[in-house]
Nanobody
Framework: QVQLVESGGGLVQAGGSLRLSCAASGFNVDLYTTGWFRQAPGNEREAVACIRSGSHGSQAIYKEVASGRFTISKDNSKNTVYLQMNNLKPEDTGVYYC????????????????????WGQGTQVTVSS
C-alpha cells in the first residue's frame, strides 16, 4: 500500500527557509516520478516541483512558482523526497502535498498526472510578512 507522509511545515517569517520531507512507503521513490504540490485557500492545487525516477536520471522539474528558490531532492536510502524552500514569501503560504505518479515515465509535473490514491495528507506552511 502506497503511503506518503509529509513533515517539516510550520510558521516562518518572509525570507526564511523550510525543508519539507516526504517519507514514502509501499513503493521505492527511485522508481516513480514524485513531486511536491501546494494549495492556498481559495486557490486550485498547483505543482511546485517533481523529480523523476532514477532510470530517467532523477531529473528535477521545476514550475515557475519554485522560481529558483526551491530545490527538490531525494534520498533513496531513506525512501524520502525533500523540498528545500529558501527566501520564502507570504504568497508561498498553503498546504504542501507530496504525491507519486506510480509511473516511471511521467515527465511532466501537474497534479492531474498523479492518481488521487497516491497523495499524502499535506503539511501547512505559513509565511508571515
Amino acid at each position: 500500500q502506497v503511503q506518503l507522509v509529509e513533515s517539516g511545515g510550520g510558521l516562518v517569517q518572509a525570507g526564511g527557509s523550510l525543508r519539507l520531507s516526504c517519507a514514502a512507503s509501499g513503493f521505492n521513490v527511485d522508481l516513480y516520478t514524485t513531486g511536491w504540490f501546494r494549495q492556498a485557500p481559495g486557490n486550485e492545487r498547483e505543482a511546485v516541483a517533481c523529480i523523476r525516477s532514477g532510470s530517467h536520471g532523477s531529473q528535477a522539474i521545476y514550475k515557475e512558482v519554485a522560481s529558483g528558490r526551491f530545490t527538490i531532492s531525494k534520498d533513496n536510502s531513506k525512501n524520502t523526497v525533500y523540498l528545500q524552500m529558501n527566501n520564502l514569501k507570504p504568497e508561498d503560504t498553503g498546504v504542501y502535498y507530496c504525491a507519486t505518479s506510480g509511473d516511471s515515465g511521467v515527465d511532466y509535473c501537474e497534479p492531474g498526472s498523479f492518481p488521487t490514491r497516491y497523495w499524502g495528507q499535506g503539511t501547512q506552511v505559513t509565511v508571515s510578512s
